[in-house]
T-cell receptor
Framework: QKEVEQDPGPLSVPEGAIVSLNCTYSNSAFQYFMWYRQYSRKGPELLMYTYSSGNKEDGRFTAQVDKSSKYISLFIRDSQPSDSATYLCAMSEWRDDKIIFGKGTRLHILP | NAGVTQTPKFRVLKTGQSMTLLCAQDMNHEYMYWYRQDPGMGLRLIHYSVGEGTTAKGEVPDGYNVSRLKKQNFLLGLESAAPSQTSVYFC???????????????FGPGTRLTVL
C-alpha cells in the first residue's frame, strides 16, 4: 500500500459545480496536510494547509482532515474554468525533513 | 524576490552525455529538494539537503548526484544520461522543520529534459 493514495482523474465538472478532491494515507504520524495546485507546465504552489484534524476555509476552498479515517478532502465551491489544474495532496510528520505527495488529480472545469 | 529559479528551462541530451541543473533560491531557506515528475508517477524525490554542505538520498537517487556548496544553490548532476531520465525536474526549498507555521515548499518553474 502506498503511503498516500490519490485518484489521478481526470475529473471533469461543469462551471459552478462543487468539486470534491480526496486523498487517503496510511501513516498515522502525519500532522501537516497540504493541497498544492499545479497549472500546466508550471511548478506546484501551496493552496491550503491544515495542521492536525479539522476544517479550514479560504474563500471558495475548504480543506478537511479526518485523522481517524486517514482521509483528507479539498472542496471547491462555485468552480471556475481557472480552477482547471492538477491538485496534489501532500502531508508530513511533525518536524520531518520530507513531504510526501500524492500523484495528483487532474481537474477540468467545463465552461 | 525571485523565489526559486531553475536553469536551464529546457534541454535535450544524447545518451551518455552529462549535464548539471542549477537551482537557486533567495528566501534564505535551509532545506532544498530535487524532484522528478513523470506522467502517472507524481512527484518523486531524488535528493535533498537540510543545509549547506549536506545532502541525502530520496526515493529515486540512482543516476544522479547533487551538491550544496552554497546555501542558496542546489545542483543536480547527471553523469551519464539515459532515456529513462527524460522527465520534468523541479527544485523546491523551504524553511527548516519546526521553524515556520506550515511546511510549505516553494517550487521552481521546472526543467524539461529529454534524453535521446
Amino acid at each position: 500500500q502506498k503511503e498516500v493514495e490519490q485518484d489521478p482523474g481526470p475529473l471533469s465538472v461543469p462551471e459552478g459545480a462543487i468539486v470534491s478532491l480526496n486523498c487517503t494515507y496510511s501513516n498515522s504520524a502525519f500532522q501537516y496536510f497540504m493541497w498544492y495546485r499545479q497549472y500546466s507546465r508550471k511548478g506546484p504552489e501551496l493552496l491550503m494547509y491544515t495542521y492536525s484534524s479539522g476544517n479550514k476555509e479560504d474563500g471558495r476552498f475548504t480543506a478537511q482532515v479526518d485523522k481517524s479515517s486517514k482521509y483528507i478532502s479539498l472542496f471547491i465551491r462555485d468552480s471556475q474554468p481557472s480552477d482547471s489544474a492538477t491538485y496534489l495532496c501532500a502531508m508530513s510528520e511533525w518536524r520531518d525533513d520530507k513531504i510526501i505527495f500524492g500523484k495528483g488529480t487532474r481537474l477540468h472545469i467545463l465552461p | 524576490n525571485a523565489g526559486v529559479t531553475q536553469t536551464p528551462k529546457f534541454r535535450v541530451l544524447k545518451t551518455g552525455q552529462s549535464m548539471t541543473l542549477l537551482c537557486a533560491q533567495d528566501m534564505n531557506h535551509e532545506y532544498m529538494y530535487w524532484y522528478r515528475q513523470d506522467p502517472g508517477m507524481g512527484l518523486r524525490l531524488i535528493h535533498y539537503s537540510v543545509g549547506e554542505g549536506t545532502t541525502a538520498k530520496g526515493e529515486v537517487p540512482d543516476g544522479y548526484n547533487v551538491s550544496r556548496l552554497k546555501k542558496q544553490n542546489f545542483l543536480l548532476g547527471l553523469e551519464s544520461a539515459a532515456p529513462s531520465q527524460t522527465s520534468v525536474y523541479f527544485c523546491a526549498s523551504r524553511s527548516a522543520a519546526g521553524t515556520s507555521t506550515n511546511n510549505e515548499q516553494f517550487f521552481g518553474p521546472g526543467t524539461r529534459l529529454t534524453v535521446l
